[in-house]
C-alpha cells in the first residue's frame, strides 16, 4: 500500500473512532456513498458553515441568504438543463461487471503521465541540488518533454470528446490508450453512454411525468428562481448576492474516495448578479477572494491551486476550480463559474415571468450575469480532516520519544474549543468546581 493509501485509510478509520463520520446504515452493511456525521462530527461541519456564511453573507453588506425548498417545480431543471445536459459519460468492463466514468478513466491515464513527470523532476532535483533550475528542465530533459507531449494530447482530445459530447470519441480514445479496468485490466468494454445524474421520485396525487420530482442537484437554482423576491424585499442594487447552504443530491457513477464523491451531500453557493460585460471582471474578484479565505482557515499555499476549466459546462463563459490537494492528489474543492445570463434567461423563457432589473442608473431593465462560488461542504470536510491529522513525536513520561495522532484544527472550526478537566476523578470538590467552570 502506498503511503498516500496507508495515510488515507488511518483517516477514515480515525473518522468512525472518534465520531466524525459514519457509514450510512452501517448494520445493514451501509449505502454507498452516503455517510452520516457522528457527535464530533456535526459540530466541525457546524462550524465550517458557520465560518462559510459569516464570511460569506454577514460581512457583506450586499449579499443575503436564503434556504430554499429541496423540491422544486420540475420545470425548474428543464430550464436548467439538468434535465438534458447533466450527464456523465457510463463505461462497462463486461469482464469484472464493473461500471466508470469514462472520462475518469482518462483522467486516471492522464494522472499517471502527471506522476511520471514528478518523478523526473523529483530524481533530478536530488541530482543537482540548489543548482537545480527546474523551469529549464521540463523544457529540455527528452523524457519529461515526451511525457508532456503526450500529455496534452490526451487532455485536449478529452476536452474535445466531452465538449462535442462525442461518446464514440471518448470510446476510440479509451480503446487507443489500451487503458484496463482500475481492478483487473480488463480492456473489454461496452460503449460509452449518457447517464442523467438526477435522483427522481414521484408526487404523491400526480400519477406520470406530470408529478415527477426531482431531488435537486445543486442548490443554485432555489437562488435563481428566487432572484426578484429577495432583489424587492431586500432593495439590493447590482452588484449583489444570495447565498446558501443545503442538500443536493447526485447518482454518482463511481463514487469513491470517502466523502469526497457521495450520493447525497451538502452545498455552499452563492449566485453574485452584476451588470453584463462586468462578469469577468467580477469572476477575478470571486475567484481572488476564495482563495483568500481558504488561506485564511490555516490551508498551506502549496495545498491549494487554480485548475481552469478545458471543459465548460453548458452554461458557463469562464470557470476554474480550486483544487486541494487530498491524500490521492490535486482534486476539485470549489468551483467558480462565469455562468452568463443563462439561468435566468432560461427561466424567463419557460416559466413566461420576468426575471429582469431595473437599473437605476442606466435608467434600463436587463438580465444580470452572474458569478457563481460553490464548494462542497462535506468535501471542506476532508480537506480539513486531511490537512490537520498529523503523527507528531513528543518526549512520554519518562522522556522517551512517542508518537501520538493529533488533529490541529483552526480554532474556527474545532469541535471542541476549550475543556475544563479536573485532574482527580473522585474529588467531589474538584468535579463540581471544574463543571460549573465549564459552564459559566
Ligand atoms: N452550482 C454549481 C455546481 O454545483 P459543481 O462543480 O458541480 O458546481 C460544486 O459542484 C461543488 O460541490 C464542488 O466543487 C464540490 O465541492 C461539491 N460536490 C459536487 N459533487 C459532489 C459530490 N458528489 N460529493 C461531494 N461534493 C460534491
Redesign the pocket.
Given at each position: 500500500m502506498s503511503q498516500q493509501a496507508d495515510l488515507f485509510k488511518k483517516l477514515t478509520a480515525h473518522c468512525k473512532e472518534y465520531g466524525f463520520i459514519y457509514q450510512s446504515s452501517e448494520i445493514y452493511d451501509g449505502l454507498s456513498a452516503v455517510y452520516d456525521y457522528g457527535p464530533n462530527g456535526v459540530e466541525l461541519k457546524n462550524n465550517i458553515k458557520e465560518y462559510w456564511w459569516r464570511s460569506m453573507v454577514q460581512m457583506h453588506e450586499n449579499i443575503t441568504g436564503i434556504d430554499a425548498a429541496i423540491f422544486m417545480h420540475p420545470k425548474t431543471w428543464k430550464a436548467s438543463g439538468h434535465v438534458d445536459a447533466f450527464n456523465d459519460p457510463l463505461i462497462d468492463n463486461k469482464d469484472s461487471k464493473k461500471r466508470y466514468r469514462a472520462d475518469q478513466l482518462v483522467e486516471g491515464y492522464l494522472d499517471k503521465i502527471e506522476d511520471k513527470i514528478n518523478k523526473e523532476v523529483e530524481k533530478a532535483q536530488k541530482r543537482f541540488g540548489d543548482s537545480f533550475d527546474e523551469a529549464m528542465f521540463r523544457q529540455t530533459n527528452e523524457r519529461v518533454v515526451k511525457y508532456t507531449t503526450e500529455y496534452e494530447e490526451v487532455s485536449k482530445r478529452l476536452a474535445t470528446a466531452m465538449s462535442a459530447n462525442d461518446m464514440a470519441g471518448l470510446k476510440n480514445l479509451i480503446d487507443e490508450l489500451e487503458i484496463g479496468d482500475p481492478e483487473g485490466g480488463s480492456r473489454n468494454w461496452t460503449e460509452v453512454r449518457q447517464f442523467n445524474l438526477m435522483f427522481n421520485t414521484q408526487l404523491g396525487n400526480i400519477a406520470g411525468e406530470e408529478g415527477k420530482l426531482y431531488l435537486r442537484?445543486?442548490?443554485?437554482q432555489g437562488i435563481f428562481v428566487n432572484f426578484l423576491n429577495v432583489q424587492k424585499t431586500t432593495r439590493q442594487k447590482v452588484p449583489f448576492g444570495i447565498a446558501q447552504i443545503g442538500k443536493?443530491f447526485?447518482n454518482?457513477i463511481v463514487?469513491r474516495q470517502f466523502?469526497?464523491?457521495?450520493?447525497e451531500?451538502e452545498?455552499m453557493?452563492m449566485q453574485f448578479f452584476v451588470k453584463p460585460g462586468t462578469e469577468i471582471e467580477w469572476y477575478n474578484r470571486w475567484k481572488e477572494t476564495r482563495m483568500k479565505w481558504h488561506l485564511a482557515i490555516g490551508t498551506p499555499a502549496e495545498k491549494l491551486r487554480f485548475k481552469d476549466h478545458d471543459n465548460l459546462a453548458h452554461y458557463a463563459n469562464a470557470a476554474v476550480?480550486i483544487q486541494f490537494e487530498f491524500p490521492f492528489g490535486f482534486k476539485?474543492?470549489?468551483?467558480i463559474?462565469s455562468r452568463t445570463d443563462f439561468d435566468l434567461s432560461s427561466h424567463q423563457e419557460l416559466s413566461g415571468k420576468k426575471l429582469q432589473y431595473f437599473d437605476p442608473e442606466l435608467n434600463e431593465n436587463y438580465v444580470p450575469y452572474v458569478v457563481?462560488t460553490?464548494?462542497?461542504c462535506?468535501?471542506m470536510f476532508l480537506a480539513m480532516i486531511s490537512n490537520n491529522l498529523i503523527e507528531e513525536t513528543v518526549p512520554d513520561a519518562q522522556g522517551e520519544d512517542s508518537s501520538r495522532t493529533v488533529l490541529k484544527l483552526h480554532p474556527a472550526l474545532a469541535p471542541v474549543k476549550c475543556a475544563v478537566l479536573p485532574l482527580l476523578k473522585n474529588k467531589e470538590e474538584l468535579t463540581s468546581k471544574a463543571g460549573k467552570l465549564s459552564i459559566s
Open positions: 442537484p445543486e442548490t443554485a443536493a447526485r454518482e463514487a466523502i469526497f464523491r457521495m450520493r451531500f452545498q453557493e476550480d476539485e474543492l470549489e468551483g463559474h457563481e460553490s464548494i462542497g462535506d468535501r
